[in-house]
T-cell receptor, first 113, second 113 residues
Framework: DAGVIQSPRHEVTEMGQEVTLRCKPI?????LFWYRQTMMRGLELLIY????????DSGMPEDRFSAKMPNASFSTLKIQPSEPRDSAVYFC???????????FGSGTRLTVV | RKEVEQDPGPFNVPEGATVAFNCTYS??????FFWYRQDCRKEPKLLMS???SGNEDGRFTAQLNRASQYISLLIRDSKLSDSATYLC??????????????FGKGTHLIIQP
């Protein structure tokens, strides 16, 4: 099992540019989550999907953030336009049920300058 | 009171010692609990679930105290490789996905030679 695969691992971009983060969940996991982690705020849930359907996006900070899951094996998180305060590590995680816990990807370290 | 609270540490512990730390939660309806481990610049990884009766996995013991609303993690015979941040997870909802799932901000543990 390859685990949850995220790309890119690192992204440095200029303020105002569009950023797209990608995630491939573990096959057979029906839930997918996008988290953001910073020193100040810890892990924050941005949005999650069940069976490719967005269930709760209340954690998405602003309209500049959007997420899609066109099929069971792929999801994107897009930031447009990006701002320096978006700099953080963005994790994708997948799960086959709460009681089994979550498996996280290696994360994308985003720096907006 | 925050939903899930952890002492951020750091806990500096000599190799071979026993160390324990707690995680308190505010919602008495919380149902499921986990400990995750996160190494520096890595993703969180599931360490162990916390069962009502307590559970042990090698040098690690997790316990739940419902009356006082906290979970604990005890590490015996600590190793240098145990140095990491330990995150607790509390689940309140019984629904799927991330309903009622909250991560603590983590306790930083440093094992010293």
């Amino acid at each position: 099992d390859a685990g949850v695969i995220q790309s890119p691992r690192h992204e440095v971009t200029e303020m105002g540019q569009e950023v797209t983060l990608r995630c491939k969940p573990i096959s057979g996991h029906n839930s997918l989550f996008w988290y953001r982690q910073t020193m100040m705020r810890g892990l924050e849930l941005l949005i999650y999907f069940n069976n490719n359907v967005p269930i709760d996006d209340s954690g998405m900070p602003e309209d500049r953030f959007s997420a899609k899951m066109p099929n069971a094996s792929f999801s994107t998180l897009k930031i447009q336009p990006s701002e320096p305060r978006d700099s953080a590590v963005y994790f994708c995680a997948s799960s086959r049920g709460q009681r089994y816990g979550y498996t996280f990807g290696s994360g994308t370290r985003l720096t907006v300058v | 009171r925050k939903e899930v609270e952890q002492d951020p540490g750091p806990f500096n512990v000599p190799e071979g010692a026993t160390v324990a730390f707690n995680c308190t939660y505010s919602n008495s309806a919380s149902q499921s609990f986990f400990w995750y481990r996160q190494d520096c610049r890595k993703e969180p990884k599931l360490l162990m679930s916390v069962y009502s009766s307590g559970n042990e996995d090698g040098r690690f013991t997790a316990q739940l105290n419902r009356a006082s609303q906290y979970i604990s993690l005890l590490i015996r015979d600590s190793k240098l490789s145990d140095s990491a941040t330990y995150l607790c997870v509390v689940i309140t909802g019984s629904g799927g996905g991330a309903d009622g799932l909250t991560f603590g901000k983590g306790t930083h543990l440093i094992i010293q030679p």
